[in-house]
């Protein structure tokens, strides 16, 4: 018990010095020139969430028919942009600069030391949206590691509900996501819908999940 006690706090040692790190980069990425606030509702999100998002629209390439959205890390710095297309453009998202290295997204306050993890911005924001305001994402089940996983326990964190997508695949990850929760004294509780996803809940079935 003593030798996994120190090997937590190494753990979390380590993991403070890498945000005293982060917060010491600089400003990072900066917002286009020219960027528009995005104010409607697509997909029925409410435009004061997408605002509280910081969502924009530009006229960059890469940016066209999207929605764009600036990712922040720990340190609240801008380290990439992800655009939704709108109409059924490729790729889906777009993400900017490429190759970025995307975090746990958004930085948000535990409800009772309880934060909850979804695979896709979108599952995020809807559930935001819908007023479960502890849900953050990992930007798609392979890119989530016991790193950002022990960042969360220097937020206040010790209950994490996994909710995945509700298919086969999204069920293989949350297993492997609640065994590196497991190796960190992170409590992990998977949340399963069948056929379907967070990003699809309506308010009734938001209301129902917070009862």
């Known amino acids: 018990?003593?030798?996994?006690?120190?090997?937590?706090?190494?753990?979390?040692?380590?993991?403070?010095?890498?945000?005293?790190?982060?917060?010491?980069?600089?400003?990072?990425?900066?917002?286009?020139?020219?960027?528009?606030?995005?104010?409607?509702?697509?997909?029925?999100?409410?435009?004061?969430?997408?605002?509280?998002?910081?969502?924009?629209?530009?006229?960059?390439?890469?940016?066209?028919?999207?929605?764009?959205?600036?990712?922040?890390?720990?340190?609240?710095?801008?380290?990439?942009?992800?655009?939704?297309h709108m109409s059924g453009g490729v790729p889906k998202y777009m993400i900017t600069p490429r190759g970025a290295k995307m975090p746990l997204f958004p930085t948000v306050k535990a409800l009772k030391n309880t934060v909850i993890l979804v695979e896709g911005i979108y599952d995020a924001i809807n559930l935001h949206d819908k007023g479960l305001t502890n849900a953050i994402c990992c930007f798609g089940t392979n890119n989530i590691n016991e790193e950002k996983l022990g960042l969360l326990t220097l937020q206040g964190v010790t209950n994490i509900d996994i909710f995945f997508d509700g298919d086969e695949a999204g069920q293989k990850a949350a297993e492997k996501v609640k065994d590196m929760c497991e190796k960190i004294d992170l409590i992990p509780r998977n949340i399963y819908l069948e056929n379907t996803d967070p990003g699809a809940l309506v308010e009734s079935q938001v209301e129902k999940l917070k009862r």
């Open 1 to 84: 018990f003593g030798e996994k006690a120190n090997q937590l706090q190494l753990r979390r040692e380590n993991l403070k010095k890498k945000i005293r790190q982060k917060m010491a980069e600089g400003a990072g990425l900066s917002m286009p020139s020219g960027y528009l606030p995005y104010s409607g509702n697509w997909r029925g999100i409410k435009p004061e969430t997408y605002s509280a998002f910081g969502a924009f629209t530009h006229h960059e390439k890469d940016h066209i028919g999207r929605i764009v959205f600036p990712i922040k890390d720990i340190g609240g710095r801008v380290v990439a942009f992800n655009g939704r």
